[in-house]
């Protein structure tokens, strides 16, 4: 028993001092942010569609994925929409007017930090690839696209760049947005991973990846 006393106390004498490295979580590197999701189309807005793929479903199934994983970060998030369903919420003379005008009223009524318009593209040609847009006459616009971008393109592997606009949603609110093109519906082998959950996923973590890269940015001063 003397041989064992010492061997005993040495080592919880060691655990004491070289207690485990417990890494810094990053669930609260949003907190206090409210962040506004925008599933374009909705209801008798099908937007692009390929057979029975529609845009405005997976639209909504990545702005889900997406609310999980900012919420994770420790950010406030709301949605314009949560079901199929635009914002008139009519099943009879649909108006796009009508339903970016309540679109806009809807986003602003938050008071977002930011809000991010989620859509998917269509093309004629073999088109692939994310893009994010932001209003042509917003440098912060700019700087939130091109960090969202950033984040994902290792994960689209896209080969465009960030582009101004005029849309809508992002000249008429305002609130700092970006719209974010998170792939083509016309491609095949892009439609497949659209409509793939760990897709979904992975694009929720990057286009989180990227905001977080603009508040850090923003804090730097770079």
Known sequence: MKKVIPF???FALCSLI??????????QSLAKKVIVLDPGHGGMDNGANVG????????????FALKEELESRGATIYLTRTDDQDMTKRD????KQDDMY??????????????LSIHLNSSSSGAWGSQVFYY????????LAQNIHDSMKPVTGTRKNISPCSFYVVRATQ???????????SNENERGQLK???YQKKLAVSISDGIESYYQSLNSGV
Do not use: A, H, T
């Not at 029975?52 to 702005?63: A, P, R, T, Y």
């Open 8 to 10: 005993v106390f040495m």
């Open 102 to 115: 309540l679109r806009v009223l809807k986003i602003d009524e938050y008071k977002p930090d930011l809000f």
């Open 18 to 27: 070289f207690k485990p490295v417990i890494s810094v979580s990053s669930s």
């Open 52 to 63: 029975k793929v529609n845009e405005d479903e997976l639209n909504l199934k990545i702005c």
């Open 175 to 185: 609130s700092l947005g970006v719209l974010i093109e998170c792939g083509f519906l």
């Open 136 to 143: 042509q006459n917003s440098q912060e616009g700019k700087r």
């Open 92 to 95: 009879y003379n649909y108006s």
């Open 196 to 198: 793939s959950s760990k």
